[in-house]
């Protein structure tokens, strides 16, 4: 995982105010610093939705993380949005 997206997950990690969101993104961090794919520590947190696991997991197979992580995003919107 390129180091942008590590830096990425410590912005937002910096911006929650949910224990539970903050302490799943530095498992995710910490696993990925230690070599673990980015998609296999989103599933290791069990705090993301498998979702964006496997849709993650689908942007590394293709070179296309940025992209898949802009339809997670969109996707996890959508689902929030008909929840409230």
């Known amino acids: 995982v ?7 997950l410590s912005a937002a990690k910096a911006t929650r105010s949910n224990t539970v969101l903050s302490e799943g993104v530095s498992s995710v961090i910490a696993a990925v ?4 794919g980015l998609s296999a520590a ?3 947190s069990k705090v993301f ?3 964006v696991a496997t849709m993650v997991a689908g942007g590394e ?5 940025d992209t898949m ?3 997670a995003a969109d996707q996890l ?3 929030f949005e ?3």
Do not use: F, I, M, W
């Not at 197979?61 to 993380?65: H, I, K, M, V």
């Open 2 to 8: 390129a180091l942008a997206a590590l830096d990425s």
């Open 33 to 36: 610093r230690e070599g673990t």
């Open 42 to 44: 989103l599933r290791q």
């Open 49 to 51: 939705p498998p979702v």
């Open 61 to 65: 197979n293709s070179g296309r993380l």
């Open 69 to 71: 992580l802009d339809k």
């Open 77 to 79: 919107e959508r689902e």
């Open 82 to 84: 008909s929840v409230t």
